[in-house]
């Protein structure tokens, strides 16, 4: 079941957040940054599911060059954002919620491992920093700042895989985390902020305690919340 949206991200001009080049950058530089950009408007909705455009139309929404774009493209077909259609130009891919659900069962298990290997390994800075985040993250829920708490959101996540010391748990999480950014947009986006932001702070503050095996339950009951909001918003669409 694949489902169109009605109401796409709110920023009607996505040239608005399009990064810009410079003389001084490599085409590996830039491929970064084209990847970052499309990669967040795809995530926001700004380019909204099923949207259809060409390499040379996002080129020249982001003032990049083609070869970046399609090394850009390239990555966001792999992490399941992009369709590519040969001769025909590329899509963004639907919101299909028994994917996002199927893509949660694997996010699960791998989380509960990020969870349990930050606990174990993070030294004190790392500590800090993380639960610095979370304070933001919890002022972000109190003031309902919903695209704040998402990029927090990002921003512990990268902590952890920093935290877990694990690259290849890193690489494989990275996908799917994009597509859960994605569906909290798509489903999520008018839900209250207080709930997830407490069951975030419960497991980082297993993380930050060095308490792993509490910290792999708490990450089971985050992913359980999300996984609960998209069902019930399936349901009620």
Request: glycine share 6%; hydrophobic share 45%.
């Amino acid at each position: 079941m694949s489902i169109v949206p009605t109401n796409p991200g709110q920023d009607d001009n996505p040239s608005a957040t399009a990064a810009e080049s410079g003389t001084n950058l490599s085409d590996e530089t830039l491929a970064e940054r084209a990847y970052r950009v499309i990669e967040d408007q795809i995530i926001r909705l700004v380019l909204p599911p099923g949207l259809r455009l060409t390499e040379q139309e996002l080129a020249s929404r982001l003032d990049i060059g083609r070869t970046p774009v399609r090394e850009a493209l390239q990555r966001l077909v792999n992490d399941g954002l992009v369709v590519v259609f040969p001769r025909k130009g590329i899509a963004v891919s639907v919101v299909n919620p028994l994917d996002v659900l199927m893509a949660l069962e694997v996010r699960t298990v791998l989380e509960r491992l990020l969870a349990a290997a930050a606990a174990r390994r993070a030294g004190p800075q790392s500590r800090a920093e993380l639960g610095a985040l979370l304070e933001q993250l919890a002022a972000a829920a109190e003031a309902g700042d919903h695209d704040r708490f998402v990029e927090l959101d990002r921003a512990i996540y990268h902590r952890l895989g920093e935290m877990a010391s694990n690259p290849f748990l890193v690489r494989a999480l990275a996908p799917l985390e994009a597509m859960a950014r994605r569906a909290r947009y798509y489903f999520l986006r008018n839900d209250d902020l207080t709930e997830p932001a407490r069951l975030h702070r419960t497991m980082i503050g297993h993380v930050l305690a060095g308490e792993s095996a509490a910290a792999e339950t708490a990450s089971d009951a985050l992913m359980d919340y999300l996984r609960g909001g998209i069902k019930r918003t399936v349901v009620g669409m």
